[in-house]
């Protein structure tokens, strides 16, 4: 089970902390990310992390201004989100698979965050 929090609304150039909390069956925890739904758009990909080896991806329009990392011991997930502009206003979720030949299968209920001009 996944538990995102930290959205918000945030001016422009703003910054804002989205953590996301695993419980019950960590052991899926290969591969987190976070993904983004902006109204009448398809979800897209933002960041993701393997889990044991900290390796991260980002998508080309948040590289330099987003960084995905996890606490172990808290088995919780971070995006650390700066320069925030209008066009990264979304619903972030974050999501976890047990490997990468798998779909992600864990979703949180998503967090919504409002970036104003």
């Known amino acids: 089970q996944l538990q995102a929090s930290g959205g918000g609304l945030v001016q422009a150039g703003g910054s804002l902390r989205l953590s996301c909390a695993a419980s019950g069956r960590t052991f899926s925890m290969y591969r987190m990310a976070w993904f983004r739904q902006a109204p009448g758009k398809e979800r897209e990909f933002v960041a993701d992390i393997r889990w044991s080896a900290g390796v991260t991806n980002y998508a080309d329009s948040v590289k330099g201004r987003f960084t995905i990392s996890r606490d172990n011991a808290k088995n919780t997930l971070y995006l650390q989100m700066s320069s925030l502009k209008p066009e990264d206003t979304a619903v972030y979720y974050c999501?976890?698979?047990?490997?990468?030949?798998?779909?992600?299968?864990?979703w949180g209920q998503g967090t919504q965050v409002t970036v104003s001009s």
């Open positions: 999501a976890a698979r047990a490997s990468d030949a798998l779909p992600y299968r864990i």
